[in-house]
């Protein structure tokens, strides 16, 4: 009655309560766009990782930064060449222009310089420049250079695709909804009887999505991942709630004449099955907030704020608008469009043995699969249909690769760091070392010389060597030259050498990102089994549901494994966790109704009423996480976001598939066993 009565006068306000909402979503829907958007993964690596600690100081200690970009001119000479660079320079926003002047003497011929090193900056008449640009001006900035050296010419790195991820993020989210709004519309009316109902649908969660945009203008900033993935994963996962919620009402207005009273009694019956499906995802992405790589934690906390406004905005607003629409919904009512499933229940169940035997024989292999995945850890690469994707194969083609690190290594031995150079300059794939010492000379005090010449190399307190190298910025080889760079400098200076740039970032990613798998996917799982086992009171029923449900995410993560495909790691951790929380309610649907209808007949005939009841339900929530995950994948360049996307679509279909087929196979073979294990099961006994 209490429950009611909260109801009763949540409906007796529903136009305030429709006007309020109305009102906080037009405000967020403003402030939205108040929220700014990080696209810079080191920002997310933790405070005490080493190429974070290295930025800092390079922050406070230096103007310079690391040379993460590089700018290709085509067919000019030395001179020229010289009169890009003095204009690349003076673009507000760029600093650290390196080019073949500042490794030799220009005045010495080329011919007799050392050709490996001429040919890194310069070949065939073609000039490659190293720069460093601000962060966040990455955009004005490349379209300055760009317009300086015109089509011919290239730009390669870390600014560039920044630019680019950042000029298609706004297109690619408004090319998203526009082919996944109409998808999901066709989706919800052959699964409803009325024109309108998805319209409700939709409006009650777009609300909450909106008034979760806006809510982030107290965290002040989000990064791409989350700008990208959080509100069409809000919008698919959550709509379940809503179609819960209205069934329900359809249901009770066939047994009462009154809309509220019907609407009242719908609140009351779906909000056990809607607050059980919130808390599974809740908890889900609950795990995300304990990632030390910090985009992880970002999207839970934009995630978990999104289910908590879903379940508010279904369980109050939906109600209210409902109430205040019905009449409409009666007016365009449409015969249903669905054929009848009954007979679907006795053939899924022919495939019981087949499905138990083809699950258990490539668990384990899927397993170790997934584990044995070649991960990426970056950004990738863009398409190559994009201007910064084709410029990079041009510049790779014109001047192979290079990937700079930068060393921080305490000031003042001079000695010390000589021999450090020149181990350094020994170090397979390196191609070139800038230093004070090798540039200028060790027998030359700094104190003597313009501090305009010093200040590339020299701080108060640290001298800053820049290494270049012949490889990419992340794989086998890159890491293993980070490595070595590092174990070479502590030979020297102990833990107080740092380094720094792409490649340094990537492998402090990886490292960081290793540790946070282990943490969030045993987190996630125990938290969903606590969920699961105080809903269904049992300890079985959760152990059948989470082998379900994680074998189907094993067997995804492990695809790019057996096709030889290396995966964005970012995307394998969090897809790991999200699947199994948004997936998981597939399966405590279907349970839910068996274990209703084995407490009236045996387990064969309960599994059978079962899929002929709920296979409809569940494929209509798979077809639209599906769809979401797809047109990521469609639409996106960002990699990151593009993976999560094809993992999420094919995720949701492979946990379909799970739950109609091998699930009622499992209830079947422990049938027995969860009648033993489950708190007043009262299964009915034939006598």
């Known amino acids: 009655m209490k429950k009611i009565n909260i109801s009763a006068r949540i409906l007796a306000h529903k136009k305030a309560v429709v006007v309020v909402f109305a009102l906080i979503a037009l405000v967020s829907a403003v402030a939205q766009f108040f929220v700014s958007v990080n696209y810079n993964m080191v920002d997310y690596l933790p405070d005490d990782a080493q190429s974070t600690r290295a930025l800092e100081i390079m922050e406070n200690e230096f103007t310079a930064t690391v040379p993460d970009t590089r700018v290709l001119v085509m067919d000019v000479s030395v001179q020229e060449a010289l009169s890009y660079k003095e204009r690349i320079s003076a673009i507000d926003g760029v600093f650290d222009v390196l080019w073949l002047d500042d490794v030799i003497d220009l005045k010495t011929p080329l011919e007799i310089a050392d050709a490996e090193t001429v040919e ?12 460093s640009v601000r962060a966040g001006d990455e955009v004005r900035i490349t379209d300055a250079i760009y317009e300086m050296i015109g089509e011919d010419g290239a730009i ?8 680019t991820s950042q000029k298609m993020a706004g297109n690619e989210s408004l090319y998203a909804s526009i082919l996944l709004v109409p998808i999901i519309i066709f989706i919800l009316v052959i699964s409803t009887t009325s024109w309108v109902e998805p319209i409700l649908f939709l409006t009650a969660i777009g609300v909450s999505v909106l008034i979760n945009l806006g809510t982030n203008i107290f965290i002040g900033e989000v990064s791409f991942v989350t700008q990208s993935v959080a509100p069409i994963l809000q919008l698919a996962v959550s709509l379940d709630y809503a179609v819960f919620l209205l069934h329900s009402f359809h249901e009770y207005r066939k047994i009462t004449n009154s809309p509220e009273e019907a609407m009242q009694l719908a609140m009351k019956k779906s909000f056990p099955a ?7 995802t809740f908890f889900g992405f609950i795990a ?22 879903s379940f508010i905005s279904v369980m109050i607003f939906l109600p209210a608008l409902t109430l205040w629409f019905y009449k409409w919904m009666d007016k365009t009512e449409h015969k249903n469009f669905v054929p009848s499933y009954a007979g679907i229940g006795k053939f899924m169940l022919k495939l019981r043995f087949p499905s138990l035997l083809i699950v258990l024989a490539i668990l384990v292999p899927a397993f170790l699969a997934q584990s044995n995945t070649a991960f990426t850890y970056g950004l990738g690469k863009l398409p190559e249909t994009s201007r910064a994707g084709s ?21 003042g031995d001079v000695v010390k760091e000589t021999e450090l150079v020149q181990d350094l300059e020994k170090l397979d794939y390196v191609t070139s070392v800038i230093s004070y010492v090798n540039m200028v000379g060790p027998v030359i005090p700094p104190e003597y010389l313009d501090e305009s010449i010093t200040s590339e190399f020299y701080s108060e307190n640290y001298s800053r060597i820049v290494i270049n190298t012949n490889q990419g910025t992340e794989g086998a080889i890159p890491f293993s030259i980070v490595q070595s760079i590092q174990e070479t400098a502590s030979s020297y200076y102990g833990v107080d050498a740092l380094s720094l740039g792409e490649s340094v970032t990537l492998y402090d990613i990886k490292t960081t990102v290793s540790k946070d798998n282990i943490v969030v996917n045993l987190f996630t799982v125990i938290a969903i089994a606590i969920v699961l086992i105080v809903t269904f009171r049992s300890i079985s029923i959760p152990l059948v549901l989470l082998i379900t449900i994680q074998s189907a995410v094993w067997i995804n993560l492990s695809i790019p494994y057996f096709t030889e495909t290396p995966l964005v790691f970012v995307g394998y951790l ?19 109704a068996y ?3 084995r407490r009236e007949m045996p387990a064969y ?15 209509i929530s798979a077809a639209i996480l599906s769809s979401v995950g797809f047109i990521l994948w469609i639409t996106s360049s960002n990699p990151i976001v593009s993976a999560i996307g094809l993992l999420l679509g094919r995720g949701a279909l492979l946990a379909f598939i799970m739950v109609v087929v091998f699930l009622p196979a499992m209830l079947l073979v422990f049938d027995r066993v969860i009648k033993k294990t489950t708190l007043k099961a009262n299964f009915y006994e034939e006598k």
């Open 120 to 131: 890194t900056y310069y070949k065939n008449g073609n000039a490659l420049f190293s720069i």
């Open 156 to 163: 390669a790195g870390e600014a560039i695709n920044t630019a």
């Open 274 to 280: 809607i607050t059980a499906s919130a808390a599974t």
């Open 288 to 309: 995300l907030t304990f990632m030390e790589f910090k985009i992880g934690s970002d999207l839970g906390v934009n995630l978990v704020k999104g289910i908590v406004l």
């Open 391 to 411: 410029d990079a194969i041009m510049v790779e083609e014109a001047f192979g690769l290079m990937t700079p690190i930068v060393l921080l290594v305490p000031k």
């Open 574 to 592: 969090i897809i790991s966790t999200v699947q199994l929380a948004a997936t998981v309610d597939y399966a405590i649907l279907l349970t839910e």
């Open 595 to 597: 274990q209703h209808h």
């Open 605 to 619: 005939e309960a599994i059978v009423k079962t899929l002929d009841e709920k296979t409809f339900s569940i494929s």
